[in-house]
């Protein structure tokens, strides 16, 4: 009888050692799975982040070339408007002094 109770007590230290052996597995995968979890989380806010920058970073984008296409027409009015006004202020005045 004390032969099976020492089998059985050495059988049942193998079988706690085995438990706290597979808990202690256990633990280490949800705490690799925690830490995943929070640098997925993280990753997916950084995500949000610059899609939010990107789209404001766009928008800014656009508007400024707008800007520069509109400023660019009228630039090239006034030009060409300038021009005309001197071409027909200086044809008057040579006209006037009989030059031409």
């Known amino acids: 009888s004390s032969g099976i109770n020492a089998e059985y007590g050495v059988e049942r230290q193998y079988q706690d050692e ?4 597979v808990e ?3 633990d280490a995968i ?3 799975l925690q830490k995943n979890l929070r640098k997925l989380k993280q990753i997916k806010m950084e995500q949000r982040y610059y899609k ?3 789209g404001e970073f ?5 508007l400024t070339s707008n800007r520069v296409l ?5 630039t090239a009015l006034t030009v060409v408007s300038t021009g005309c006004f001197m071409m027909r202020n200086l044809r008057s005045f040579f006209i006037s002094k009989k030059l031409v």
Do not use: D
């Open 52 to 54: 939010k920058r990107e």
């Open 58 to 62: 766009r928008s800014i984008s656009w």
């Open 24 to 26: 202690e597995t256990q």
């Open 18 to 21: 085995a438990e706290e052996q």
């Open 70 to 74: 509109w400023y660019a027409v009228i």
């Open 30 to 32: 949800i705490r690799t």
